[in-house]
């Protein structure tokens, strides 16, 4: 969590993707996200519990493209180390799958959308898209 704003291309020009370390009540899954969102990436796509704070309900919202609860459910990760004391490898299930989620910042939702929308990606969930002044608009962005 020590990359700086300044060595990483500018939001429009940046998609971020992160399958960060949960933590308790997903705890640390926020403080990664709220340190991905300091760089305004104009695409995020999460692996997050189901505890994490939603992106639209922070200072500077992103719309939520898409998101799926059943994709990572069963046996889709490898957890290093799972081996019963026989040294068997453990069959471990998400019993509470992450989410996926593809969250988009304002500017780039209606693209966004559209191109989730030819590939059968929109959530049911959809919003519309909010008028007004862009707070992501900057200098360089």
């Known amino acids: 969590m020590t ?3 300044s060595e990483l291309p500018t939001g429009s020009h940046l998609i971020m993707g992160l399958n960060p370390p949960f933590g308790v009540q997903a705890a ?3 403080k990664f996200i709220d340190k991905a969102l300091e760089f305004k990436p104009k695409l995020l796509v999460l692996i997050v519990p189901q505890e ?3 992106l639209d309900k922070k200072k500077l919202p992103y ?3 898409w998101k799926d609860d059943e994709e990572l459910s069963g046996k889709s990760f ?3 180390g799972s081996i019963d004391v026989n040294d068997k490898e453990m069959e471990q299930w998400n019993l509470n799958p992450p989410l996926l989620y593809l969250w988009s910042r304002l500017d780039w939702t209606s693209k966004h959308k559209s191109i989730a ?7 049911k969930q959809q919003k519309e898209l ?5 707070p992501y608009q900057t200098q360089e962005s």
């Open 3 to 5: 990359v700086k704003t």
């Open 28 to 30: 640390l899954a926020n």
């Open 52 to 54: 994490t704070q939603r």
């Open 63 to 65: 719309d939520l493209v």
């Open 78 to 80: 490898y957890l290093p």
């Open 117 to 123: 929308q030819k590939h059968g990606h929109l959530s």
């Open 130 to 134: 909010p008028l007004g002044k862009n």
